[in-house]
Nanobody, 123 residues
Framework: QVQLVESGGGLVQAGGSLRLSCAAS????????MGWFRRAPGKERAFVAA????????TYADSVKGRFTISRDNAKNTVYLQMNSLEPEDTAVYYC????????????????WGQGTQVTVSS
């Protein structure tokens, strides 16, 4: 198991930027592929982005492609989500998650979750 703690959420105006961080502890961080998900008010949790063990391979939901960037620093046991050009529709609780196996099914296989961090984008 790996424990995950997100930070960096907050209130931002439309067009602004935020960087979320997710600090991991426990098992070897580099042995996990990482992902970001979000849950908007009244909606189900949705996939946002994922990266491979090294971070060299990334994938994104169409709704955030070109605006969000996932990255990781294995020396710091941290994964990041840089969010630019934020829109009110990006308002959600954002969760990071870890999975031991990287696969093309980027929304599946996560067995470790953080508690979430709130992102609110005002218009």
């Amino acid at each position: 198991q790996v424990q995950l703690v997100e930070s960096g959420g907050g209130l931002v105006q439309a067009g602004g930027s935020l960087r979320l961080s997710c600090a991991a502890s426990g098992r070897t961080f580099s042995g996990y592929a990482m992902g970001w998900f979000r849950r908007a008010p009244g909606k189900e949790r949705a996939f946002v982005a994922a990266c491979s063990y090294s971070g060299r391979v990334t994938t994104y939901a169409d709704s955030v492609k070109g605006r969000f960037t996932i990255s990781r620093d294995n020396a710091k046991n941290t994964v990041y989500l840089q969010m630019n050009s934020l829109e009110p529709e990006d308002t959600a609780v954002y969760y990071c998650a870890a999975r031991p196996i990287w696969s093309a099914a980027h929304q599946l296989g996560y067995d470790n979750w953080g508690q979430g961090t709130q992102v609110t984008v005002s218009s």
